[in-house]
């Protein structure tokens, strides 16, 4: 019979490399205590990462870099949104970064959350939850918010047709027809853009 700590590391490889998680994420396969002891003796034999109080990574290495890669700050705010049940949509500039739209690396990634204001300091990074009304929280796919995002983002900074470009290079045609017809139903603004990002011929 396997031990609860063998049970959770197998979970754990099986889900990659990367891979950001909590107790939560195990709470089907023992008590709370049982599974925090198990997490911390994967931990102190270094077989996993711990990132912030009770969150931790089953790390990546670079061979190219010849060392440990930084967490990945999207996994880690999921994981803590899973942790405390909260539902989470990247915000702003962290949207464009998520979507490749930005060569810049924020120092600060921001997602809106129907749970507290909370900071998070994960390496060099804070990771920012703040309190909000999530409007696109009926959107199916991960790629429809993003972009939601970003639109707000760009717009903001008067960069509507930059990311029309952006967006058209970015998603593929079947990936395009997914997210119009995912996003038919959000404030008629975002939607007249995101149909100029998804029409098949550019005018």
């Not at 539902?87 to 997602?111: C, E």
């Not at 639109?151 to 990936?175: G, H, M, P, Y």
Request: glycine content about 6%.
């Amino acid at each position: 019979m396997q031990s609860i700590e063998n049970k959770i590391y197998k979970r754990i490889c099986g889900n990659s490399r990367g891979w950001t998680f909590s107790n939560k994420d195990f709470s089907d396969l023992g008590r709370s205590g049982s599974i925090d002891i198990a997490l911390h003796r994967l931990q102190k034999s270094e077989k996993i990462r711990r990132i912030c109080r009770g969150i931790y990574d089953y790390p990546k290495y670079s061979e190219l870099l010849g060392q440990w890669l930084s967490p990945d700050i999207d996994r880690t705010a999921h994981a803590l949104a899973r942790r405390s049940g909260w539902r989470i949509q990247p915000s702003g500039n962290t949207a464009l970064n998520l979507l490749g739209m930005s060569t810049q690396v924020p120092a600060r990634f921001v997602y809106l959350s129907n749970g507290p204001n909370r900071i998070y300091r994960i390496g060099d990074v804070d990771l920012t939850f703040k309190k909000a009304m999530l409007k696109e929280t009926a959107l199916r796919y991960r790629e429809s918010a993003l972009l939601v995002q970003a639109i707000k983002a760009v717009t903001d900074q008067n960069n509507t047709d930059e990311i029309i470009e952006l967006a058209r290079r970015r998603f593929s045609s079947s990936e395009r027809k997914r997210i119009l017809k995912d996003t038919r139903y959000i404030t008629d603004w975002i939607v007249e853009i995101i149909r100029k990002i998804c029409r098949e011929d550019k005018e």
